[in-house]
């Protein structure tokens, strides 16, 4: 499925921080940063991902911080005050 036509089912850009700890030095943190179109506020994309992280990936999870836009939205409309006519 197109990423429009999934915008359009009101999926929206979801980015996650996830802070881990490294499994060589499990008192340091490491960043990474995830993105995809996603459903508010359920997240099933996310969580899949985040499952699949903590089934195959040594580096335990730390904390999850989420932000989420809508990038399709209805047109808004700015209505002018005055009007001007050049000949």
């Given at each position: 499925?197109?990423?429009l ?22 008192a340091l943190?490491?960043?990474y940063?995830w993105?995809?179109l ?21 580096g ?15 047109a ?12």
């Open positions: 499925m197109s990423d036509s999934l915008m359009l089912r009101d999926y929206r850009l979801t980015t996650a921080e996830i802070l881990y700890h490294l499994p060589d030095h499990p943190l490491q960043s940063v993105q995809q996603d459903i508010a506020p359920r997240f099933p994309v996310l969580n899949k991902f985040l499952d699949f992280w903590e089934r195959e990936i040594e335990k999870l730390h904390s999850v911080k989420i932000a989420s836009s809508r990038l399709v939205i209805p808004q409309f700015v209505y002018c005050k005055g009007e001007l006519r050049i000949h």
